[in-house]
């Protein structure tokens, strides 16, 4: 080996590293942000709190839960729906996160003869098992 071809390897390979972090640090992520996202960028208390204002929106105390149980849906919740016209919408949610823990999210919204009486909402991280 020729000498001084260390260092021009470790040169040339210390610009392509330096040029990949260039572009990496000025491109523009073009991915879209869910709704999910959204909510969870506020951390989990608040995530809580927004997403129980948004169902308590779409169906207030004495309203169809429909419209709330549609956007769940879209939002990538998977509800069950109560045995009769009294019970408990059952939302769930689970997603791993970054840091080997697993996000749960719980939407339950209380009925009565069809008509929305109680929401609840809840998100928690778990340690991966």
């Given at each position: 080996m020729?000498?001084?071809t260390i260092k021009r390897a470790a040169l040339v390979a210390?610009?392509?590293?330096?040029?990949?972090?260039?572009?990496?640090?000025?491109?523009?992520?073009?991915?879209?942000?869910?709704?999910?996202?959204i909510y969870l960028r506020q951390g989990t208390r608040h995530a809580t709190e927004a997403l129980k204002?948004?169902?308590?929106?779409?169906?207030?105390?004495g309203a169809?839960?429909?419209?709330?149980?549609q956007r769940l849906n879209t939002?990538?919740?998977?509800?069950?729906?109560?045995?009769g016209a009294t019970g408990e919408w059952n939302c769930t949610m689970r997603r791993p996160m970054e840091n080997r823990q697993m996000l749960s999210m719980e939407v339950?919204?209380?009925v009565d003869r069809g008509n929305v009486t109680e929401t609840s909402?809840?998100?928690?991280?778990q340690g991966a098992r």
């Open positions: 020729q000498p001084g210390g610009v392509i590293l330096a040029g990949v972090a260039g572009v990496a640090a000025v491109w523009p992520d073009h991915r879209p942000v869910t709704p999910l996202e204002r948004e169902v308590d929106q779409l169906s207030p105390r169809d839960p429909g419209p709330a149980i939002l990538g919740f998977s509800c069950a729906a109560p045995a339950l919204l209380r909402a809840r998100i928690w991280e």
